[in-house]
């Protein structure tokens, strides 16, 4: 029981000191380039089957700084950030993007359907001026309920996104 409890302790650790190493490999300096900069928009295919809109447009501005405002779906983006993803792990795997937009909605990202989340995380890979990703908010990854209490719990999510630059 002891030998057990040990290296029960030790993987513990172990787990702890890697997800530690992920987060700390993802703190953000700013890397925002002088292309990056400026006004961007697209829209990405919403996935999930509860909800009946099949769009969501989003409408980014991207500063010097890395603080980035705009609109996703009709949710204004609050505290947006953009950030290097630089998860060594997760980028080994292949299950990683360049850079992440993270922030808070203020409103429903679905008004029509009273839609509404907290956060959001924009996954993106920039090439040829354009980007190139996915959009998730926050919420439960699983409910097994009615299609009101999914649109008002589950995890909601739009991919593929496009955005582009407008001059």
């Known amino acids: 029981m002891r030998i057990m409890k040990t290296k029960f302790r030790l993987g513990l650790i172990a787990m702890l000191a890697l997800l530690l190493t992920v987060l700390i490999s993802c703190a953000s300096d700013n890397v925002v380039t002088p292309e990056m900069v400026g006004h961007w928009e697209g829209d990405a295919r919403i996935i999930v089957s509860w909800c009946q809109q099949k769009n969501l447009s989003v409408k980014l501005d991207l500063h ?54 907290g956060r959001v995380m924009m996954a993106l890979d920039y090439n040829d001026g354009i980007f190139k990703g996915g959009v998730g908010t926050d919420g439960s990854v699983c409910v097994f309920s009615s299609e009101q209490t999914r649109k008002e719990k589950m995890f909601f999510t739009a991919r ?4 582009t630059k407008s001059q």
């Open 64 to 117: 010097a700084d890395g603080s980035v405002s705009g609109m996703v779906g009709d949710a204004k983006l609050t505290e947006g950030r953009f950030a290097s993803n630089r998860g060594w792990l997760l980028r080994k795997l292949n299950w990683s993007c360049d850079y992440m937009i993270t922030g808070g909605l203020d409103g429903d990202i679905v008004a029509a359907e009273g839609i509404k989340r």
């Open 160 to 163: 593929p996104l496009k955005l």
